[in-house]
T-cell receptor, first 112, second 110 residues
Framework: GQQLNQSPQSMFIQEGEDVSMNCTSSSIFNTWLWYKQDPGEGPVLLIALYKAGELTSNGRLTAQFGITRKDSFLNISASIPSDVGIYFC????????????FGKGTRLSVIA | NAGVTQTPKFQVLKTGQSMTLQCAQDMNHNSMYWYRQDPGMGLRLIYYSASEGTTDKGEVPNGYNVSRLNKREFSLRLESAAPSQTSVYFCASHPPPEQYFGPGTRLTVT
């Protein structure tokens, strides 16, 4: 089946630094989604990408849908303590009505 | 508009006991999902329901059953709980392709 490789697995950064994480797939996706999970909560959708090459921002977050349709990245600029959490990528293949495939997550820690 | 709700929030079971996790959504979504989350494993799909009246197995269905009671509700049942089912369980619903998650049920099986 489809698999997503998400990296890095974890990051420790200083407050104010920029963060970058990415996901790569063994097959083509039509949609890429990025979620954030706060401790003790369910994942919350941050950004959705629907077209190859698309670059979308949500505040300090920017995500891109790779041209090959097999990768996506998420950048966070000027990190703050509330950015702490687990970030998941997810993709949906060309079949449309199939379940999302999730990466294993990037755990972000911000040191004040 | 509560989104996706799950009950209970916490549960402790003894090995062999049964229980049902409840999930409801008020967003009129057709598709609903059950995931389990374990440390380092990400979110693994247990079962899903693409529409009312249909259910399909996901990646890790063994030991679980589901019921799509109506468009709003999708329940997950453990008939005979095992320690390997200790996990956090999330329900989600979606208008494809985005998904919206509930707050989770933390289940411990001793």
């Amino acid at each position: 089946g489809q698999q997503l490789n998400q990296s890095p697995q974890s990051m420790f950064i200083q407050e104010g630094e920029d963060v970058s994480m990415n996901c790569t797939s063994s097959s083509i996706f039509n949609t890429w989604l990025w979620y954030k999970q706060d401790p003790g909560e369910g994942p919350v959708l941050l950004i959705a990408l629907y077209k190859a090459g698309e670059l979308t921002s949500n505040g300090r977050l920017t995500a891109q849908f790779g041209i090959t349709r097999k990768d996506s990245f998420l950048n966070i600029s000027a990190s703050i303590p509330s950015d702490v959490g687990i970030y998941f990528c997810a993709g949906q293949g060309p079949s449309g009505n199939t379940p999302l495939v999730f990466g294993k997550g990037t755990r972000l820690s911000v040191i004040a | 508009n509560a989104g996706v709700t799950q009950t209970p929030k916490f549960q402790v079971l003894k090995t062999g006991q049964s229980m049902t996790l409840q999930c409801a959504q008020d967003m009129n979504h057709n598709s609903m999902y059950w995931y389990r989350q374990d440390p380092g494993m990400g979110l693994r799909l247990i079962y899903y329901s693409a529409s009312e009246g249909t259910t399909d197995k996901g990646e890790v269905p063994n030991g679980y059953n589901v019921s799509r009671l109506n468009k709003r509700e999708f329940s997950l049942r453990l008939e005979s709980a095992a320690p390997s089912q200790t996990s956090v369980y999330f329900c989600a619903s979606h208008p494809p392709p985005e998904q919206y998650f509930g707050p989770g049920t933390r289940l411990t099986v001793t």
